[in-house]
């Protein structure tokens, strides 16, 4: 333990200075390492505990307003007690606050941060939605676009990617992650570190990989709830998404809200310490997520915020956001031996690297260019990316008798439902600085498509769960009875997508189940357009509707996007990257669930299983499902041996054919299965993927490789697990339809 030190040594232990007076950390020749170091020595013990304390700004992301006060907040960077802001956006703010900083004593530079999960000013469609299109080159051009305007906004930092899995649609945070498979998840969290981050220029942002970790796994899929799993369940299925992305770079990491093996993760040592900073060797820093400092107190893991600043510090966490219990508590922690000024020296040193890292020390106000700002806003380039990285979001369901798509010479459309006109429900909760009013509605992509057709609009129901409205009913029916074709947007509101919004019951509302009942006899074709930034459960549907169209919440080109795929323009060719329950008493559903002693086969009737006894335990839309306006079929599955010796690779073979009448892209997949192991694995896992374009009636083969580290699997103490055996292989076009062979790992 390195003894406390009083302050005024502390000064007079201070680093070096050029021949001109110029102290080394102030020196842009020398490295970040040197001037680090430099500064260390010149902070007192205040300072040093103060750039561990984030307090927040003019907007709310929390249960706390962050608007009190704001001249002593100012007060307190001016004192060096605060070294990072959040939610203090645009180039001018910034640059105002930034200054009290540099009028500090040593004039540290703050770091601003905020929650940036899918577009800025920009808005791109919700991460789940984002992930269904299966593109990763999409996906961080996404991430790209969105650092671009968030650093053009002042801002270096933004709390995402989010790599939790999530199995339970009733949290309402599965709308922030890349949903229920760890090797997808990993791949896509990877992807939008790269896009934030790039080379760390003006131009892109610090990643935040959160939250860690398992906080997919609350009960009952309850906000701020308790989780609770093995460490093998830990190691294959929840850690491999953040370890993907600290692999990729990222700057940062957040704690989540949950528990680990009874201890809160903000206090959880062996996540922190054992496996972030010492097995994966993670060099960034840790920050709190808001207040969960503080919470350890409501968990009952924590006596006091003081308690609850040594907890944190010990187990890893560095940054304390809002709680203020780092910056109050840390120089008495440290006087009284509790707390090594060598962690303080870690975690401070850390969160200056990124300063310096960002030219901050060189250039404070490089961020915080107003003509920029600005000129990259919302600007014409970023929509057009949008609209693509939307229209390749949009998953077709259903799509009896070729209903869609529509035809260009449909001369009458009835367009129903709120959400179609209504555009603050195509906005959720993490919008960051976007305004829905810039954004496009259903009804005006259909109108720019479909120009020469008589488009009339109907409300239909209220939002949400209301009642049934028999008036907007009635006038729904009527315009659907002088309509070629029947548009209905239905779903939930945006409104109730994100944080803290989690639901008892995620079917589809009975007001808009009426509607649908009372349109479809009026015998015209429907076509259901689901918003949501959840999977739904959509049973009570697939029998009033010709098509089903998942849209998800899809941000500013929301209209367009939708109505290219509607009209045919753009062939959808999204898959699935959730489960969509067939009811709600299967939540949790998910593909790469375990074996059981005694399985039921499909449609089984038999009684001594593990079934269901009034539905089948299948969902309603699997994993890796969507279809297209074109079909393709598999053949061929071949692979290049049929023993594989270790350290040795495997090459799978599959011809897939466009087999339909239109052009398309197909996701094809792959996955294995260890059919015996030393621990139980899933019935599939998913190891591969490729999207590929194919004409009609052309056929390629796509193959994909297998190694060591596909097949391998990690046993409870983190360490990969390669074990002898007959492994299956599957592909097809979802997890449920594939062709199937096997293979001996000798």
Known sequence: MIKYIPHLLVVLLA???DSTGIPDYKRADLSVEKRVSDLLARMTIEEKAGQLNQLAGDLNTGPASGNADWQHKLQ???NGEVGSMLNVVGAGKT????????DSRLGIPLLFGYDVMHGYKTIFPIPLAEACSWDLVQIEKNATVAANETSAAGVHWTFGPMCDIGNDPRWGRVMEGAGEDPWLGAQIAASRVKGLQGNLDSNHILACVKHYAGYGAVEGGKEYAYTDMSRTELWNKYLPPYKAAVEAGAATVMNGFNT????????????LDEVLKNKWNFKGFVVSDWNSIGEMVNWGYATDNKDAALKALTAGSMMDMETKALVAHIPELVKEGKVSMQLIDDAVGRILYYKFKLGLFDHPFAYSDEQREAATLLNEKHRKEALEAAKRSIILLQNENNALPLNNNTKKIALVGLFAQDKKHLFDFWVAQGDFNEAVSLQEGLQSVFANTAISYSQGYEADR??????????????ARAADVVIVNIGLSGEIAGEARSLSDVSIPQNQIALLKELKKTGKKIIAVVSSGRPMILSEITGLCDAIV???ILGTESGNAIAQVLSGKYNPSAKTV???????????????????????????????VSRYRDISNEPLYPFGFGLSYTTFSYSNLELSDSALQRENTLRVKVTVTNTGSFDGEEVVQLYINDVTSSILRPVKELKGFKKVFLE????????????NEELSFYDGAGNKVLEEGWFEVFAGGNSRDVLTTRFRLK
């Open 15 to 17: 680093g070096c200075s």
């Open 76 to 78: 307190s960077i001016k």
């Open 95 to 102: 640059k105002q606050v930034q200054q009290a900083a540099l």
């Open 260 to 271: 680990f093996e009874g201890t809160p993760v903000t206090g959880n040592k062996y996540l």
């Open 466 to 479: 209301a009642i049934s409205n028999q008036t907007l009913i009635a006038d729904a029916v009527n315009k």
């Open 550 to 552: 998942y849209t998800w």
């Open 578 to 608: 959730m489960s969509f329950p067939l009811a709600a008493g299967q939540i949790p559903v998910y593909y790469n669930h375990f074996r059981t002693g005694r399985p039921a086969t499909a449609n089984s009737n038999e009684v001594w």
């Open 696 to 707: 009609k009636g052309e056929s390629k083969v796509m193959e994909f490789i297998l190694t």
